[in-house]
């Protein structure tokens, strides 16, 4: 079974330039979680999809951050215009919500702002 | 307001002694927590997992309790081995499957 593919690995953009990251889950996999990791802290839950729809997106800065997935299967997040703080790895994960609610993630892509 | 929280950022073991790695919470309607593991340049790993009905699961060498009263859980792991050393991360949710919080992890060094 192929795990969650995400690209690109790495950006580098100087800020107020725009980036989008795209994620492919497991297939079959209803459930798709985008987080977002700082240096030194756990990774914070951004947004989260039930097929195409949204579930939870109380954290995800919407003034800047936008993410969908069409069609319940890859999802893409973009950040628009990016600024300094923003300098994270971005971590896409997905459940399938049958027994239990492990999730499996991607290898992440880390961003640089400049 | 972090809550949920990892106190010790770092843990040094004896290859072969248990390891126990620690986790507190302040939500009290937390009722779903897991375990992953993250090695350098690659995403968490889920390790186990366990519901607020149970104070104890097992699974192999990694065993999880949980002690509600106490807001606190904390994974086991007997004997700890080399390959054991990577980040750990607690998380729980409120709500099965989603809201899902992490702590900031605690990083384990299995020396041989």
């Known amino acids: 079974e192929a795990g969650v593919a995400q690209s690109p690995r790495y950006k580098i953009i100087e800020k107020r330039q725009s980036v989008a990251f795209w994620c492919n889950p497991i297939?079959?996999?209803?459930?798709l979680y985008w987080y977002q990791q700082i240096l030194g802290q756990g990774p914070k839950l951004l947004i989260q999809?039930?097929?195409?729809?949204?579930?939870?997106d109380s954290q995800l800065p919407k003034d800047r951050f936008s993410a969908e997935r069409l069609k319940g299967v890859d999802s893409t997040l973009k950040i628009q215009p990016a600024k300094l703080e923003d300098s994270a790895v971005y971590l896409c994960?997905?459940?399938?919500?049958?027994?239990?609610?492990?999730?499996?993630f991607g290898p992440g892509t880390r961003l640089t702002v400049t | 307001d972090q809550q949920v929280k990892q106190n010790s950022p770092s843990l040094s073991v004896q290859e072969g002694r248990i390891s126990i790695l620690n986790c507190d919470y302040t939500n009290s309607m937390f009722d779903y927590f897991l375990w992953y593991k993250k090695y350098p340049a690659e995403g968490p790993t889920f390790l186990i997992s366990?519901?607020?009905?149970?104070d104890k699961n097992e699974d192999g060498r990694f065993t999880v309790f949980l002690n509600k009263s106490a807001k606190h859980l904390s994974l086991h792991i007997v004997p700890s081995q080399p390959g054991d050393s990577a980040v750990y991360f607690c998380a729980a949710s409120e709500y099965y499957g989603q809201n899902f919080v992490f702590g900031p992890g605690t990083r384990l060094s299995v020396l041989p």
């Open positions: 366990i519901s607020s009905i149970k």
């Open positions: 297939s079959g996999h209803a459930t």
């Open positions: 994960a997905s459940s399938s919500q049958g027994t239990s609610y492990e999730q499996y």
């Open positions: 999809f039930q097929n195409n729809g949204v579930v939870d």
